[in-house]
C-alpha cells in the first residue's frame, strides 16, 4: 500500500508557541491531503481538507487562522498550529489520497502534540 | 445524517478466543467500508475494505463481512493475539467523504 509519512511524531511546546507538523506522501502523488484530530477514546474528526495549490477547506468550528495548513506541493502538506493552548493538545492524523489510485486515503502515524 | 455506529465499545477477551465487532451505518451513497487497526499512539492501517457487492472477505485471521442491504458489518478476529490489542475503527466512504465510527476498543489479555 502506499505510505505517508507525518512528522514529528511526538512534539511538546509552551503555550503560546507555534508546531509545525509534516504530512508526506512518499511514493504517490497526494492531490487530497486530510488533517484529522482525536481526543483519548474518541473517533477521528475531520478538520479540513486541502487540495494542492489551492485554500483548504475547514470543517465548521475549525479555526483557520489557528490551524494553518499548506498543501505547496503533490507529496507535502503542513499544519501549523498558532499560538498553541493546552486545549490544543491531542494526537493529529493526516490522510493523503491519489485519486488514479481510487477514492481512499492513506493515513500517517500520527503526531502527538502536547502544550504545556 | 450520515452515522457509523459501532459495538461495542470495549471488549476484553483472552488470548485465543475469537471475538465479533460490529459496525452500522446510514451512510449513503455508499462506496465502500474499510476496517481499520490503530494501535495507541498510531495512526490506522487498514485491515479489509470491502464494495457493495462484497459479503466476505478475509485477511489472515481478520475476516470482515458486509450486508448492504441491512447496512451491516462486522470483524471476526480469530484466535487472538496480544498484539490484536487496539482500537478497530470502521470508516464508510461515500465516494466524497469518509465517514468514521467511534472505534472498539479490544483488549487481549494473557
Known amino acids: 500500500g502506499a505510505v505517508v509519512s507525518q512528522h514529528p511524531s511526538r512534539v511538546i511546546c509552551k503555550s503560546g508557541t507555534s508546531v509545525k507538523i509534516e504530512c508526506r506522501s512518499l511514493d504517490f502523488q497526494a492531490t487530497t491531503m486530510f488533517w484529522y484530530r482525536q481526543f483519548p477514546k474518541q473517533s477521528l474528526m475531520l478538520m479540513a481538507t486541502?487540495?494542492?495549490?489551492?485554500?483548504?477547506?475547514?470543517e465548521q468550528g475549525v479555526e483557520k487562522d489557528k490551524f494553518l495548513i499548506n498543501h505547496a506541493s503533490l507529496t507535502l502538506s503542513t499544519l501549523t498550529v498558532t499560538s498553541a493552548h493546552p486545549e490544543d493538545s491531542s494526537f493529529y492524523i493526516c490522510s493523503a489520497r491519489d485519486l488514479d489510485r481510487g477514492t481512499e486515503a492513506f493515513f500517517g502515524q500520527g503526531t502527538r502534540l502536547t502544550v504545556v | 445524517k450520515n452515522q457509523v455506529e459501532q459495538s461495542p465499545q470495549s471488549l476484553i477477551i483472552l488470548e485465543g478466543k475469537n471475538c465479533t465487532l460490529q459496525?452500522?451505518?446510514?451512510?449513503?451513497?455508499?462506496?465502500?467500508l474499510r476496517w481499520y487497526k490503530q494501535d495507541t499512539g498510531r495512526g490506522p492501517v487498514s485491515l479489509t475494505i470491502m464494495t457493495f457487492s462484497e459479503n466476505t472477505k478475509s485477511n489472515g485471521r481478520y475476516t470482515a463481512t458486509l450486508d448492504a442491504d441491512t447496512k451491516q458489518s462486522s470483524l471476526h478476529i480469530t484466535a487472538s493475539q496480544l498484539s490484536d490489542s487496539a482500537s478497530y475503527i470502521c470508516?464508510?466512504?461515500?465516494?466524497?467523504?469518509?465517514?468514521f465510527g467511534k472505534g472498539t476498543s479490544l483488549l487481549v489479555t494473557p
Open positions: 470508516v464508510v466512504n461515500s465516494g466524497y467523504a469518509l465517514n
Open positions: 486541502s487540495n494542492e495549490g489551492s485554500k483548504a477547506t475547514y
Open positions: 459496525c452500522n451505518y446510514t451512510v449513503s451513497p455508499f462506496s465502500n
